[in-house]
């Protein structure tokens, strides 16, 4: 088979020049590499089909070997049924037992040699494959379609754990919040109930009018001088009712920030 490949490369222009000539040796390179790529691949094809032949007529070889050597192992067994059943039909011939013989015609007719049997198995064959430059584009194509959902799966599963990460933070940060809210609500529950008993005890105390009595009275007991939420100092002049409503009043604030 010929081809137009094998013609190299020559300029058609009647008069050639440096830059011409320089372009011809440039392609001439080209078609040289190419065409010995061309013939290593023909090379490659004519190797691949003799050294099947060869495979091929060794393996037949050796197949109709075994075909033989199985054949010429059941020869003993088949001349030695042969004759005894020559000698059975010699005597019930003498003897005139034709029943007998028409039996002893019918076991023969029925009778079944056990011999080898030949399979054709299919296997795998490397053989070569032309890819055209469409296969080839299409391939390309099929690997670049198939990398893209790779990596459009990647990404929507590592979008995926960003957004499981993210709402565990969240719960985790929620969760802190209402433990450190309900501790300071407590907290603060805890002082003014406090605060309230150390006030009623105060009011089971006599009054004295003497204001060293109150002096000395006040420095024994500075825990209700000064507010159990915001520790301000209460003034001289507020009284019990006026330093309650003060720590009430920093009660109904959190609630409300709470909320």
Request: proline letters at 3%.
């Amino acid at each position: 088979m010929t081809s137009t490949f094998i013609t190299p490369p020559c300029s058609w222009l009647p008069n050639a020049n440096a830059y011409v000539n320089k372009i011809d040796k440039i392609f001439y390179q080209h078609w040289k590499i190419l065409n010995t790529e061309r013939q290593k691949s023909i090379d490659s094809i004519n190797q691949w089909h003799h050294d099947w032949n060869e495979r091929i007529e060794k393996h037949a070889e050796e197949q109709k070997v075994l075909i033989i050597n199985e054949y010429d192992r059941l020869r003993p067994v088949f001349d030695e049924k042969y004759k005894e059943t020559v000698e059975i039909a010699n005597t019930y011939h003498g003897a005139q037992h034709g029943e007998l013989f028409k039996e002893l015609g019918d076991a023969c007719q029925s009778l079944k040699f056990q011999v080898a049997i030949l399979q054709f198995v299919q296997r795998e064959v490397e053989y070569p494959q032309v890819v055209t430059i469409e296969d080839q584009e299409e391939m390309q194509r099929l690997e670049k379609m198939d990398l893209n959902a790779r990596n459009d799966h990647r990404r929507r599963r590592r979008l995926a754990k960003n957004e499981a990460k993210k709402t565990e933070n969240k719960d985790d940060s929620k969760a802190s919040l209402s433990h450190n809210s309900t501790t300071s609500n407590s907290n603060q529950i805890n002082n003014r109930q406090t605060f309230e008993m150390q006030d009623k005890e105060e009011d089971k105390q006599p009054t004295h009018n003497d204001f060293t009595s109150n002096n000395k009275l006040n420095k024994d007991d500075n825990s209700n001088e000064k507010c159990p939420i915001c520790f301000m100092l209460f003034s001289t002049n507020m009284n019990r009712h006026d330093r309650n409503q003060h720590v009430n009043e920093h009660m109904t604030d959190d609630q409300n920030q709470l909320l």
